[in-house]
């Protein structure tokens, strides 16, 4: 069973920082395609940042610059660290996982999905 939990999200000033966490179970971590999503009420999902297995990374262009996606393979862990937030960062925020493939961005080309941390940033 594939299992991803989200943590690190919460309530922060415009200019502020969080970093984002999500821990895998029930599979060989590396091996995976990982992603980050978001979506705030009333909008699309979007895909935020994603790291393949070879270590390509890509991120959207709204978040280019400030965030950071980023793994720790020993410990299973993939993180997005947050910087110069922005009112519109707020959403609720999700990781992801796939195995068969990696399209950056595209929700639904991942099959795994966590329980989301809410971010909120206010300005």
């Known amino acids: 069973q594939v299992t991803l939990v989200e943590s690190g999200g919460g309530s922060v000033q415009a200019g502020g920082s969080l970093r984002l966490s999500c821990a895998v179970f029930?599979?060989?971590?590396?091996?995976?395609?990982m992603g980050w999503f978001r979506q705030a009420p009333g909008k699309e999902r979007e895909g935020v940042a994603s790291?393949?297995?070879?270590?390509?990374?890509s991120y959207a262009d709204s978040v280019k610059g400030r965030f950071t996606i980023s793994q720790d393979n020993a410990k299973n862990t993939l993180y997005l660290q947050m910087n110069s937030l922005k009112a519109e960062d707020s959403a609720m925020y999700y990781c992801a996982a796939e195995s068969r493939y990696c399209f950056p961005g595209r929700g639904s080309a991942f099959r795994y999905w966590g329980q989301g941390t809410q971010v909120t940033v206010s300005s």
């Open positions: 790291i393949d297995t070879d270590g390509s990374i």
């Open positions: 029930g599979y060989t971590y590396s091996t995976y395609c």
